[in-house]
């Protein structure tokens, strides 16, 4: 029996509200259970120096939680001076696998910049800003496409993240606090509709697993996404 | 006529939605028309070096603005590795501003940070968040009450904060972006319940003005902080 | 009675040495009382990148306290990797005042940074400071015109600033270290000659005061200023 | 057919030369074809302050490229003043594999840091640090509980990693600097003697791969990580 | 013929002016010429961490220069957020030097910082630095010995520091900025009364020189030193 | 006695392996008994700002102790931030010395950057730094001219350099770290083939000398520096 009550395969209660803020270009207000995150898409008509002349656009990601999104509260980054590991990991993170989606020639030589700062947190930051930043990314698309200013849609795929871990023995899809505390061993998957596998994050600081292990999460995740896929249609359309 | 058709003397839409994270001791997304800000309190039981072992508490403030809060994308202070001049001034202005309404050897020997993080930015994001950072700190005090941890209440009074300025020769009151960016001169004014005043940051770079033109920023201000008593009333009643 | 003998509406005797530093386009060292500072004006030709091209000049401030300026010795800033929030406060004040009497176009498309550094600290080091820049502004623009460089007067009039507080219940002018750190009340008002107000920055941690008390504090400023125009009149004729 | 010639499932030779250095408790150079990797072991009687008085140890990681370890020279860290989110993702990385088997209360209160220094890099510099530091740390242990610091061996496997990818449509074992730079998708595998999985992360910028795919990945790591523990197990005999 | 007219062996004005500070233990502003720096020695009841518990004291320097200082502007390094690798190197070199002539164990468990912050340079910036912190040292420590607070004088000798260099062909004492500018090589020598050696830095950019020119230049050094000795005889009696 | 059992004036022995890495234009390993310096030299075509369009190169140096070079574990800089006083004394001096003997108008517009890092300490890493950085230097070069990059040689003599020490009371030549932590006095010379001296860096914390001491050790290095020469040209040959 899961610390929430859930099946080991179902997921926390989904909630995507587009338009949060009214000066991004895109912006979503992503909810997986308690986890909630602010995703907001900025496009800016510049590009990294290493990219000019290249006649493409780049996609790029940044991570942040406010410091009370926690049970306790944590110091500021901007007050200690620097970020930590586990946000640069992360940012580094979103930024990849919104780029395995977005076709960058047809993107055109703009940046948009992902900013993923949470809101509240209960487990699954990370994924729950993958699958939002997601959102805001499409609607920042469509406006550009509305305008004209982008004549392809340079987004080829919706994509999703969910975490799963083994907790007491068994595999189970989208770990709240209290689950990801004790878990075994923890892994994100970053998937692509259609089957598709673009990231695969799994760590084993306790228990470890084998290729059979693996599999299960594997095909949890498959279930999760697919759930988030739906999401992400209805706050879209 | 002001950019937004309002009088000179009229305030923006307030509204407070307490317990808006779950976490906080004390919580409200604050919005003065579309300026929005999240403050938080969180109470620890411990002290600042130098106030260890004087029978006293400490009350102190952080502010950040989300990078995308604003018209244009802003850098991320902690991308940046400082916080500007700015955001230092604003959260030495909030941790002040709550001081002065709050006795701290009532409070006993535990800090509450008020964390302010703007979501969207429309003018006035300083004096929003201290006006709601107040509705957090009564919030976590009455929970620290509840609990017996405190006997006697610290807050000593209501405290809240508008702006005013000089907009093409007139006075108005609770400027928004529009009429900021525009504005001949500017004033914080940072009040309390009763008719005293807690702090003044009057700057004019552009046209300045006389003690009458002064007097009369001062007395809009204190028609607007009369508007945000009765909502921090509504709000934490 | 002022622990310093003085009456309430009396200042502390005002020095300007000008020509203290021999590279400066212009610079002075200040005293008000015992708070000393060194003053220096630097023309450079540039501007900063956001002002190219628009056919105007920017004027700028800098302030740091010598280590042991101070009762104890306070830690150097270079060696700490940053400059505090207060440090910060006061050289955007310092920038801002200057900059509303001087006219930016007739200035032309160069820069002056007045460096304030504070040799000895007694209270009231802010204001000693714009007081003591507007001299070396005045001695740089001399240079500027007297070489041809500058056309019309970019300066429009004298400023001056002065700290006012409420100590021990009664109203005083240009707080010294021993005022400063007991009053009730204190607040900086940077005023133009003529009787504009350019800044006024008050503050009440403990005590706090009402309209006509803001007033009175105000008159004394007016008073104070009084003598720092006529002592910065002597200084640059 | 593969850049270097090799078969898809073919590694590079290893080496591991130990006692590279005399000073560390436990050393090695370890070279993954022209990947050469200085891994050392230093044990500090002293644990991080969250771990005081819990009756266990630590095991922790810090990864660094010599500037010129690469084609072309890149900035010192040191002398930028910050390290890189990559760099702080693989001593994270490296941390976390060699604290998967290691029982923290065997070691007892004592912290052993590794430290893996890239001398030369073409390629798998993760990957040969892990493999790496694991035969510092087993040297460092021994020397421990020959001196009768620890009874009861902490170490409980082997571990060894390996970077797999798909390179032109073929998955293939040890991708060097050319192969690296050109796969379309990139998997590192930290594997345990027996058979169980430490970390996974896959990560697709160019292509993606299907379940299919990554157990390909996982096979070709298995071999891989296979001859690396017989490497380890003649470099600490 | 040197530009400014004096002999090779001729030193420029030296005029050190005690007590130019009132809050620092000891203080001076001594000019080599328009060289002006401003030493203060502070005196904490504190030793660094790693010297507790071992009955000595401690003695280090800091050095600053002021931004405008110098011919032109220099960025402030507390603005830059680092100190240069130059002011680094003069500030090790003024603390050593001074421990060079003070017993630890007379000094007892107290630290002196001796605070060297140019306000004007044209040259020998961290000779007179050295030369100006002894004075500000001697007068801290002999006000610990009137106060009984130290019984034994901790100070073994005076020591000064001068520089010398080949400029045009022909060996200098104690070269200004024009010189030092065009030298083809440059020696800083730190001398103790009595004929011993502290310090010797010597450096050849452009020129080189053998033995004998080292020779020369350190015997014009001890010239020089005898001048300062006095200098610092006369202001400390 | 030396406690190495070394006569006073005997060098450790000395091992230069060039071409101890692959990618850099210039590289060794070299030894001065157990201190291990690897030096690479990196050419860019690209100069500093300030020099561009002067029809001139710069040659530059680096310099870092891997963290656990030293007997106890040292925290890396590239973590801590900032690069420490002695490191930036350390390579500054890299730079001064190697640009002694380079002609930068033969050398034409590029940088050459030598990198020391420090892979094992035991006395005297910085004089095996510039020693060693000569013959990477020197390789570099060659390359360069065999490219037909450069037409004349801008290498104008060798470098070496090479501690000196008075260790109980008798002068020695080349200190290791017992010797070293225990000496008197301490002195680094830095000597161009053919009899010239290009850099002095002598201190006495402790002990000091006269005149005559400071000629002895003079003698000592030019008789380290003749042996270091035969190295070099060796390991070049």
Chains 1, 2, 3, 4, 5, 6 share one sequence.
């Not at 969910?162 to 923890?186: F, K, M, R, W």
Request: aromatic residues 4%; hydrophobic residues 40%.
């Amino acid at each position: 029996m899961r610390p929430s009550g859930r099946a080991p395969d179902e997921m926390r209660a989904i909630t995507i509200e587009t338009g949060f803020t009214k000066h991004a270009e895109g912006s979503c207000l992503i909810s997986f259970g308690d986890t909630r995150v602010l995703c907001t898409a900025s496009v800016e008509e510049r590009i990294p120096p290493w990219l000019r002349g290249k006649g493409q656009g780049w996609v790029t990601g940044e991570y942040s939680m406010l410091p009370r999104a926690t049970h306790t509260r944590g110091s500021r980054e901007a007050a200690k001076g620097k970020q930590s590991g586990r946000t640069q990991e992360i940012q580094r993170l979103i930024g990849r696998s919104l780029r395995a989606v977005c076709d960058m020639e047809k993107l055109g030589e703009r940046q948009i910049t992902l900013d993923c700062d949470v809101i509240q947190a209960d487990g699954g930051t990370r994924t729950a800003s993958i699958s939002g930043a997601w959102v805001a990314l499409r609607m920042a698309v469509n406006k550009l496409m509305e305008a004209g200013a982008i004549k392809e849609d340079p987004l080829t795929a919706k994509i999703a993240a969910i975490s799963c871990g083994i907790h007491q023995g068994t595999p189970v899809l989208d770990l709240d606090y209290v689950e990801d505390s004790n878990a075994d061993a923890d892994a994100n998957f970053v998937l692509i509709e259609g089957g598709q596998i673009a990231e695969v994050q799994a760590t084993a600081e306790g228990a470890t697993y084998d290729e059979e292990g693996l599999l299960r999460l594997l095909r949890l995740a498959q279930m999760g996404c697919a759930e988030i896929f739906k999401a992400q249609d209805a706050a879209t359309k």
